[in-house]
């Protein structure tokens, strides 16, 4: 499972014009479910999400998660990040979980992230969506976990 977070000043998602979700400051996170993912990948990496630490303390250090800032998390379903990128000028994506199974998983960890954090707003599984951002930083990391 990838999870791609960006520190966020905004982030917004449209469906056909649409806003369905939107967040002030916090992460936009985008989420790739991989073929083997479980839940228990899932929770890794929710755990990670919320204790990142990319917002600036007093000491304009990086030493805050965004539970520590109030901020807000909007989870976007990302299959592309399940791509294997390693050959060719093609991606491939054998690597990535099935459509049921990640939408199972992507919903699974949405659930989780709302039971343990507000606020948190989402895009629409397997939608095609149009995000909008302003990275603070700009600050991305590439979180994976196994």
Do not use: C
């Amino acid at each position: 499972m990838r999870g791609l977070i960006q520190r966020v000043s905004r982030a917004a998602v449209t469906v056909d014009g649409e806003a369905v979700g939107e967040i002030e400051q916090g992460l936009l996170l985008l989420l790739g479910v991989e073929r083997d993912d479980t839940s228990a990948l899932a929770d890794k990496l929710l755990d990670k999400v919320l204790a990142y630490r990319v917002f600036s303390d007093a000491e304009d250090k990086m030493n805050l998660n965004v539970q520590q800032v109030g901020g807000g998390v909007l989870v976007v379903s990302q299959f592309t990040l399940a791509a294997d990128t390693k050959r060719g000028l093609r991606p491939g994506f054998s690597t990535a979980a099935p459509p049921a199974e990640a939408e199972r998983l992507y919903k699974y960890f949405v659930t989780q992230l709302q039971a343990r954090h507000t606020p948190v707003a989402t895009g629409i599984f397997a939608a095609n969506m149009q995000v909008s951002l302003v990275n603070d930083g700009p600050v991305t990391f590439l979180l994976e976990v196994n």
